[in-house]
């Protein structure tokens, strides 16, 4: 498929997110000046979904059909194709070091291109993990992963780093790459649902690519920022820095979570304790929640008079604990991939947990940070509905299909004959750089 590399782009786009509580489709018109106009949106309680991995494939078609065509009704124009956020048991972070002989000769067009033949040659195996994600690590072969970006992090000419390498004199031309990849069977069976759907594939797209370019700022793209993308039933984590994706990860707990932990604890059906939670509840404990009594209906029981009475303490004290540990999981991966100096200062929460009140505090306290709630930006004719923190993904699929999609994608593999030259993946460089 033909794609512009990095070039703002004109026309019409789809973008489908298809989440654990939630499928999202929007179609944008991108008419090359100001942020892309949304001209349809549908959204739709989610389906055949758990943990952002398909588990039943006829309902999640199903959440797809209506969500596409309430876009489309909206927006008077039939979608072909949609560039898709994919979960998929992922992602897998990897650095990737390659270096190619240029024997003092200057560096042209055709040694960026082997480089980029290693990286794509490297790219479903090989190169080592940065993250623990529980799905695919220390259990997917490199056959069952399937690479979705390869960030390029910059280039060294005979160990020294250089912005651009075209015309300089050297030895060896090193160049590092993050790759972001998925667990390959879950991807294929996102694959075979959209397109069940009449729908072409035009790109794939991680989660917390598209998180970080919907919402941070560019001095966060640039100085080091975190986001978390706090869904129902992940939360995804993303490390920008130098413009650049440089860590991805997720934990599997989410907004879903607390809600069976409160529906658990306090014996009351799935629906109240969404409820409650969402109207009562807090990360933090609040000076009053010994006094300030809530209701709570009873499982079973579908006469209000029958509800138990607790105070808010009892709520919070479910609810708490958890979103500690989700953070707790969080500090703890950023520190083992060597992620957290990359991380910076400032952290961005989104996605529909994110609203939940303290969690901004308590997100705070755990990973020391200074936290901001984070929403869609560089997107006009959002509906007031569709502008808040949980749909910073889908918006952040539209900007990737606007414009990101050459700094991220996944570089052409070439002719095998031009993959001659590789010396090895060398160290690292690129940390003692960046
Ligand atoms: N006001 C609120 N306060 C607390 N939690 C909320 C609030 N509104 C929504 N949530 C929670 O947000 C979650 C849904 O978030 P979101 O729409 O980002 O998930 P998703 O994208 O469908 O899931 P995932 O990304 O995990 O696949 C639910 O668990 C819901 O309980
Ligand atoms: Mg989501």
Redesign the pocket.
Known sequence: MARRNGKARSGMVGIL?V????VCCLIARLDGEGPPRVIGAGHQV?AG?R??VIVDMEAAEQAIRNAVHAAEAMAGETLREVVVAA?AGGPLSRRLDVEVAIDGQAVADTDLRRIQVQIAAFGDGGAPRLNGNGHVNGTARPSELELLHAIPLGYALDGHRVDDPRGMHGQRLGAAAHLVSVRAGALRTLRTVVESCHLDIEQIVA?PVAAGLATLVEDEMDLGATVL??????T?IAVFNDRRLVYADQVPI???H??NDVARGLSTPLAHA?RM??LY?SAMPGAHDDIDIVDVPQVGEPDAYAANHVPRSLLNGIIGPRLEETFELVRARLADSGAAPLAGRRLVLV???S???GVRELAALVLDKQVRLGRPLRLRGLADALAGP?FA?PAGLVAYAAEHSGDYGVPEPLPTGEAAGLIGRVGSWLREHL
């Open positions: 997110d989440g654990s509580s939630k989610s979904v943990a952002g979960t989660p993308d706090m869904g129902a039933g992940t995804n989410g907004g879903a607390v809600t969404e939670k969402t509840g996605g529909g947990a609203q939940l009140s949980a993904v």
